[in-house]
């Protein structure tokens, strides 16, 4: 599998996490747990995989940036958490920076 396809499931991974984490209640309630656990262990393992075919500096900033603009939506969908236009405006800003990253690991 390449590196960008690993990347994008390490994402994934990392989204049902992180979301199953604010479900948990604090580890509170076993199946969020559980599905914390399995996703932050599946989106490290696929990260180490990612990490063999791109360079670190790419694939912790697409990891992260990704994660956190993805997440503030999940939050807004999901959750039903605030979204006004600064918080839009800067997931705006993190979709360009990863965008820019994913060109410049193409060499565009």
Do not use: H
Not at 52 to 67: C, H, K, L, N
Request: glycine share 14%; hydrophobic share 55%.
């Amino acid at each position: 599998m390449s590196g960008p396809v690993l990347l994008a499931l390490a994402i994934a991974f990392e989204l049902v996490g992180t979301a199953s984490l604010k479900a948990s209640d604090g580890f509170t309630r076993w199946l969020p747990s559980s599905f914390t656990v399995v996703g932050y262990l599946c989106s490290f393992y696929l990260l180490s995989l990612a990490l063999r075919q791109m360079p670190v500096g790419v694939v912790y900033a697409i990891w992260s940036g990704a994660g956190t603009a993805l997440m503030a939506v999940i939050g807004y969908l999901a959750f039903g958490e605030a979204l006004n236009a600064m918080k839009i405006g800067s997931i705006g800003l993190i979709v360009l920076g990863v965008v820019g990253l994913g060109l410049a690991q193409r060499g565009g």
